[in-house]
């Protein structure tokens, strides 16, 4: 464990893991990073839109999937980025999972999007159905916004993903609520592991690494490289309650945190 405690990531609470300096040209990481940028406005614009528009119009809505893949796809290898996937095989065939993820970087939603080898529905912030083209496109792909400071949405919400989840959909969660600076694991919030109980699915714990180095929070550049993935032996929920739920949140924390620092 590098230079974070055995006992420090048994508590949820801010944990701050040693983070490798680029030598690149922090020139060349500007102009990456907007050049990311030019291409995710470009795919909003020239391909979402106009998707969003016609599949409304005919009632596909879900036809959108596909192509939202494909954008995650293009995006990454725009920003430089490869992927590399442990763990897959963790997962069982047919069965639904609720990813639980570390989040360093915007490349992070893309990663467990396109690469955790399942059919994949996201839990965002509410302030995202707000984006232009973003938010009104999120419903046609299952990312599903919940605002736990209203518990009439949240329910609503909350029963949308159980549905979502019966046609074999995966949820993806970065528990952590907003991304951390370069080498942060923050504490983790409820809402996904109340999202798991609810819906007896198995927790995978997810570690992303190199996505602070690659395209870091407040960095305003971007480098290419390898985004390391790994999906952790997932947690069965269907025997806990409110009353364990703490103990559940330490222990995919910990499982994440480890392998962070392995």
Not at 175 to 197: I, Q, V
Not at 202 to 218: C, E, H, Q, R, S
């Amino acid at each position: 464990m590098q230079n974070v405690s055995l006992e420090a990531i048994e508590d949820n609470t801010k944990l701050t893991f040693p983070v490798q300096k680029s030598n690149k040209s922090s020139l060349i990481g500007k102009l990456r990073y907007w050049w990311s940028w030019l291409i995710a406005g470009s795919l909003l614009l020239f391909v979402a839109t106009p998707a969003l528009i016609v599949l409304w119009l005919i009632n596909r809505r879900m036809w959108l999937y596909p192509l939202a893949q494909w954008g995650a796809k293009t995006w990454l290898a725009a920003s430089g980025a490869t992927v590399e996937v442990k763990g897959l095989e963790n997962l069982e065939d047919g069965r639904s999972y609720v990813f639980i993820s570390n989040h360093r970087s915007y490349l992070d939603t893309a990663t467990l999007f396109f690469c955790a080898g399942r059919k994949m529905g996201l839990v965002a912030k509410k302030e995202l159905l707000k984006v232009p083209v973003l938010g009104q496109g999120m419903g046609f792909v299952n990312i599903i916004a919940i605002d736990r400071s209203n518990p009439e949405r949240a329910l609503r919400s909350m029963e949308k993903a159980r549905e979502v989840m019966n046609q074999g959909y995966s949820f993806g969660v970065f528990a952590e609520g907003t991304r951390g600076m370069p080498g942060e694991f923050l504490p983790f919030k409820k809402g996904a592991f109340h999202l798991a109980m609810q819906t007896d699915a198995p927790i995978v714990p997810v570690a992303i690494k190199n996505t602070d180095l690659m395209m870091g929070k407040k960095t305003g550049v971007a480098y290419g490289g390898t985004i390391e993935m790994t999906l952790l032996p997932p947690i069965e929920t269907r025997d806990v309650d409110e009353s364990n739920l703490m103990e559940l949140l330490k222990q995919t924390r910990s499982a994440i945190a480890r392998e962070l620092g392995a």
